[in-house]
């Protein structure tokens, strides 16, 4: 048996056993490694991402990767995308989630969970409408300070091109909370044999339905 096969027979051994696939110790749950080897690996992705960054910089483009040239950290598209809005310009400060927060977590092994519920299953409806009306108010606050960044002079200053790729990704933001509303509505209406009246949302559910034939 060559190496590589050994390899590949302890990796599945250790799987299925529940151990660390590289150190043979018990796995956290519902992963492959053990704390330490998670851990090391979130750490090599980190740096990696740094080094990537700093590569970008160096080359006069946006450090997200998008290939942007930009004489900022990042593009004014990537800024409105993942939200690192200069500090002096916009307020992106508010907090909307409730304090008894009962939906899903980001554990220590970087897996998101949901939590809060005594029994398997799905989530009850009033839990479903809840986080779907907190999503949409954190993504339309997102838009909001996304547009107001937008028209800030730091972004109006910019290329065309460039502005008005901030501002699609800005709207974008609105978008995604759009479509918390539509669940949430769409969840009430067919729970309680309303039909769906709404045309926009007809449409998109058009859209969508053509684009998976």
């Known amino acids: 048996m060559s190496r590589d096969a050994r390899r590949a027979e302890r990796y599945m051994e250790r799987k299925l056993a529940g151990l660390c696939t ?8 519902d992963v492959q490694q053990c704390e330490v080897h998670i851990a090391k690996a979130r750490e090599a992705t980190r740096e990696a991402a740094v080094r990537r960054r700093a590569q970008f910089r160096l080359e006069g483009v946006c450090a997200n990767g998008c ?3 930009s004489q900022r950290y990042y593009c004014a598209a990537c800024t409105v995308k993942i939200a690192r809005f200069p500090s002096h310009s916009v307020n992106v400060g508010v907090n909307v989630r409730p304090s ?8 220590a092994d970087g897996r998101t969970r949901y939590h809060g ?6 989530q009850p409806t009033a839990q479903l409408d809840d986080q779907d009306i907190t999503h949409a108010i954190e993504a339309l606050q997102k838009a909001r300070s996304a547009l107001a960044y937008v028209a800030s002079p730091a972004v109006q200053e910019l290329p065309r091109i460039q502005r008005e790729a901030a501002k699609r990704e800005a709207l974008s933001q609105a978008d995604h909370g759009q479509r918390f509303i539509e669940d949430l509505l769409d969840r009430n209406r067919y729970a309680s044999g309303m039909q769906l009246t709404d045309p926009a949302t007809a449409r998109r559910r058009v859209i969508q339905q053509s684009k998976k034939r």
Do not use: F, I, N
């Open 22 to 29: 590289q150190c043979g110790v018990p796995a956290a749950p």
């Open 117 to 122: 519920q005594m029994v398997r299953g799905r």
């Open 100 to 107: 008894d927060e009962y939906r899903t977590r980001k554990h």
């Open 67 to 69: 290939g942007t040239k």
